[in-house]
């Protein structure tokens, strides 16, 4: 299964989903994610949190959505309420879309320990839902009961 994390600019919340969610995923299951309008880099501070949390930032980087037109993802969450309002791309077929709302810690303000710790709060909220996603019995749900799952855990 396909696991596509969206926001606007792919360079924040959607790159530490997809990390997360690879570093926590048995096998069968692979994450990715893209942006809107990809700023084209991933933010220094984010591939930070993930190496100070021991997670593999290998093979990351800030693309948009036409990166995934030939291998269609089976899931699109958004992360980022500006992406979550914007129609998913024709060429996603029938992904099941969800919406799983996070704060942008790139615009916490203050001094370095009030940044960082922006940043680990969003990665232990993103690890909190990816653990409560890979709970699921995901061979025993159907379409519609998939879907309402999905919302129920962007609402953690």
């Known amino acids: 299964m396909k696991v596509l994390f969206m926001c606007t600019a792919n360079s924040c919340r959607s790159i530490l989903s997809e990390a997360l969610f690879n570093h926590l995923a048995p096998e069968g299951f692979e994450a990715v994610s893209s942006g809107s309008f990809p700023k084209g880099q991933v933010l220094p501070r984010s591939l930070i949190t993930l190496r100070q949390a021991g997670i593999s930032i290998e093979g990351l980087s800030s693309k948009g959505n ?15 309420d500006k992406a979550a309002g914007e129609t998913c791309p024709v060429y996603f077929g029938p992904a ?28 232990m909220h993103i690890e909190k839902r990816c653990k409560a996603f890979f709970a699921l019995p995901i061979d025993t749900l159907d379409r519609e009961r998939l879907k309402q799952e999905l919302d129920r855990i962007g609402a953690l």
């Open 66 to 80: 036409d990166a995934f037109e030939d291998s269609p993802p089976d899931i699109v969450i958004t992360v980022c």
């Open 96 to 123: 099941l879309k969800a919406h799983w709302s996070l704060e942008d810690p790139s615009d916490a303000v203050g001094d370095e320990a009030s940044i960082d710790a922006a940043f680990r709060a969003t990665l």
